[in-house]
């Protein structure tokens, strides 16, 4: 009896999809709410925090939203029109198109990652620090799994591409819309 408790205890727990699935939910929900928020569309605020991080290509932010080149590059159109960001040709190839943020957009950009933070307060208020780092931690091995998992099953990548940005800790770059 006690050997098969034993072996009971050291099987893998099932993977706890119905957390994680309401936790992607939940999320997308936020992230919405807080872009209509903002003034913006979802798919805006996602090229604004990415954009955060530096001047990029077309070709970067296309890569780090998981979207298709002519797709960013009819939101940062989108985004140009509103005065949040303006394009300009790259250093030393002309022929590279930069999109850079307008003050405007960054600080469109701060106040929606404002919004979403504040979201997360009354939880954190709760939470020792010990318990929020480890959710941290938790929650980032969960990502580097699933952003490994991805880039195996994906297609290889020409080798002249460079390797895209990586999102700043707290862009909330969600990806993929």
């Not at 994680?20 to 569309?41: I, K, P």
């Not at 989108?78 to 040709?89: C, K, N, P």
């Not at 954190?124 to 998992?149: G, P």
Request: proline share 7%.
């Amino acid at each position: 009896m006690a050997d098969e408790r034993t072996t009971q205890s050291l099987r893998p727990v099932p993977l706890p999809r119905a957390a994680l699935g309401r936790l992607r939910v939940a999320l997308d929900e936020a992230f919405a709410h807080a872009s209509r928020e903002s003034g913006l569309s979802a798919q805006q605020a996602e090229l604004l925090c990415a954009a955060m991080m530096r001047q990029c290509s077309i070709g970067d932010l296309a890569q780090v939203l998981h979207c298709d080149r002519s797709n960013v590059s009819r939101l940062v159109d989108r985004a140009a029109s509103r005065g949040l960001v303006h394009r300009r040709g790259g250093q030393p190839d002309g022929r590279v198109t930069v999109v850079e943020l307008t003050s405007d957009g960054q600080r469109l950009a701060q106040g929606f990652i404002e919004t979403l933070e504040s979201k997360l307060e009354p939880l954190l208020a709760r939470w020792s620090a010990k318990r929020q780092q480890a959710a941290v931690e938790t929650l980032s091995e969960i990502a580097e799994t699933l952003e490994d998992a991805t880039r195996q099953t994906a297609a290889p990548e020409p080798v002249a591409e460079p390797t895209p940005p990586e999102p700043p800790a707290g862009a909330w770059v969600v990806g993929g819309r």
